[in-house]
């Protein structure tokens, strides 16, 4: 199985910050990472997609970038909506897995 | 609208049965991979399973082969879970989600609501 590692597993943050989660396999995924935001008690949702894609209706000011088997979500200037659990999540191969997920906080 | 919605969670006993449906509505369901995932309280995302547009190639976690089987009815746009020999550790939140695209490898762009499974005497 691929082990998906994320870093930081929290941080805090104020609104307006640039804001950089890592994700790392544990083997080559090539571009097939995909990244979640989820809100207490709500389902996730998808925002990048094959590394670098944005989904549609996710705001510009989130990014992905990295191939092989180092990732990066950035959030370019945190708005009060961004606090939430991010979660990396490959589709590489089966089982597909998630990282332990990056909780942003206020700080 | 696309939507997901599950149901048939609850609480049960250990060594129970429970099935959980996934009704779809708003898009073309025949054509797209399927998924659960399951999220235990406070912790963080594990996938569950995964079945194709057909039928034809259901795929489990090691976690859950040989007591969990994921199915489909196209023609009831539904998406089901059977589980069986339940445990304490399947007690979670259980979602269902779809693959964004046909070939189901850009992760799952919709999701549930999730329905809750609780596995206790």
């Known amino acids: 199985d691929i082990q998906m590692t994320q870093s930081p597993s929290s941080l805090s943050a104020s609104v307006g910050d640039r804001v950089t989660i890592t994700c790392r396999a544990s083997?080559?995924?090539?571009?097939?990472l995909n990244w979640y935001q989820q809100k207490p008690g709500k389902a996730p949702k998808l925002l990048i997609y094959?590394?670098?894609s944005l989904q549609s209706g996710v705001p510009s000011r989130f990014s992905g970038s990295g191939s092989g088997t180092d990732f990066t979500l950035t959030i370019s200037s945190l708005q009060p909506e961004d606090f939430a659990t991010y979660y990396c999540?490959?589709?590489?191969?089966?089982?597909?897995?998630f990282g332990q997920g990056t909780k942003v906080e206020v700080k | 609208e696309v939507q997901l919605v599950e149901s048939g969670g609850g609480l049960v006993q250990p060594g129970g049965s429970l099935r959980l449906s996934c009704a779809a509505s708003?898009?073309?369901?025949?054509?797209?991979?399927m998924h659960w995932v399951r999220q235990a309280p406070g912790k963080g995302l594990v996938w569950v399973s995964r079945i194709n547009g057909d039928g034809s190639s259901p795929s489990h976690a090691d976690s859950v082969k040989g007591r969990f089987t994921i199915s489909r009815d196209n023609a009831k746009n539904t998406l089901y879970l059977q589980m069986n020999s339940l445990r304490a550790e399947d007690t979670a939140l259980y979602y269902c989600?779809?693959?964004?695209?046909?070939?189901?490898?850009?992760?799952?762009?919709?999701w549930g609501q999730g329905t809750t499974v609780t596995v206790s005497s």
């Open positions: 708003g898009f073309t369901f025949s054509s797209y991979w």
């Open positions: 989600a779809s693959g964004k695209q046909e070939l189901d490898l850009y992760g799952m762009d919709v």
């Open positions: 999540q490959q589709s590489y191969s089966l089982p597909r897995t």
């Open positions: 083997q080559s995924i090539s571009s097939y």
């Open positions: 094959a590394a670098s």
